[in-house]
């Protein structure tokens, strides 16, 4: 177990995580926004450092989300490793004043920022690393250009939106040589390329993948491609839920061929059994699908 992989579990699992899915719920009268207090039962843990610690007010354990995972099992820490990797991607629900205070931002600040920004063009620092780098072709850049998904992003980045249904703007995801993020105050939803209305509703971890299955696939007339932005939150479960409710809709699990992906494969193999939706799992060639496509290219 390398340590760069431990430091790398834990910048990207919560407490809270940990928390809400051992049946911890908040107790919003008794939270700060530094100090949130989780409660089962008689059990009470405070998360603070914007999730990344915590502590037990009735005793002198502290720490860490994997010392959290020790706290509540009594594991040894290999087992916490593994558990904390099951997590990756799960947003908890977050307290209502967090969810008042980003929707008020997103509302103000993200369609207006992301109007801002230039589309790319034939040429440009983010159509280049698209094609050059990414090896996506141009016919689908040009698609997700003409669908208002596609933005110029700074230092040769790209931004790549995800949307309601109605396609309004919530956030984006950015992309490029030496940076990967969301944007700051937006939420994650869903990138959507293709028709809203098509039955096969393709769904992978990051806009770039879904644009690469696009390309593989050649954009399929009957399918939605779609990414996740690497998160699972109850919104962007409501919207695949959505999709999938539409008539003769079939959810495929286009996500990455790694641990974490076959982790978001169980989510929507439920999702799907839940709404009695048709099911399939796509499994990329390499780890994903821009890796993959990458791979043909340079064949």
């Avoid at 928390?19 to 530094?34: N, Q």
Wanted: aromatic share 8%.
């Amino acid at each position: 177990m390398e340590k760069a992989d431990i430091e790398e579990l834990r910048s990207q699992v919560s407490c809270a995580a940990v928390l809400e899915t051992a049946g911890f719920a908040v107790d919003l009268k008794e939270s700060t926004r530094k100090a949130v207090k989780y409660r089962r039962c008689d059990d009470i843990i405070i998360v603070i450092h914007d999730g990344k610690g915590w502590f037990d007010p009735q005793s002198d354990a502290k720490g860490d989300v994997y010392s959290l995972v020790r706290h509540l099992d009594g594991c040894d820490f290999l087992e916490a490793f593994v558990q904390v990797a099951s997590l990756v991607g799960f947003e908890p629900n977050e307290p209502e004043w967090k969810r008042q205070s980003r929707a008020a931002e997103a509302d103000l600040s993200i369609p207006g920022r992301w109007e801002a920004r230039r589309k790319p063009w034939r040429g440009s620092a983010t159509w280049r690393y698209l094609r050059d780098e990414r090896r996506i072709p141009e016919q689908v850049i040009r698609t997700a250009i003409a669908q208002n998904v596609l933005k110029e992003g700074p230092y040769g980045s790209m931004w790549a939106a995800h949307t309601n249904a109605t396609g309004f703007v919530t956030g984006w995801e950015e992309r490029g040589a030496q940076w990967r993020g969301f944007a700051n105050g937006g939420g994650k939803l869903l990138f959507r390329l293709g028709s809203q209305r098509a039955s096969r509703i393709c769904v992978t971890e990051a806009a770039i993948d879904a644009m690469s299955l696009a390309a593989i696939e050649k954009s399929r007339r009957d399918t939605l491609y779609t990414s996740t932005g690497g998160g699972w939150s109850p919104a962007a479960e409501a919207a695949l839920q959505a999709l999938g409710e539409q008539p003769d809709a079939r959810l495929v699990a286009a996500t990455d061929a790694n641990p974490q992906g076959e982790v978001f494969v169980a989510r929507l193999r439920e999702l799907a059994g839940e709404i009695a939706c048709d099911f399939e799992r796509l499994k990329p060639a390499a780890e994903d699908w821009n890796a993959m496509l990458q791979n043909a290219a340079s064949a």
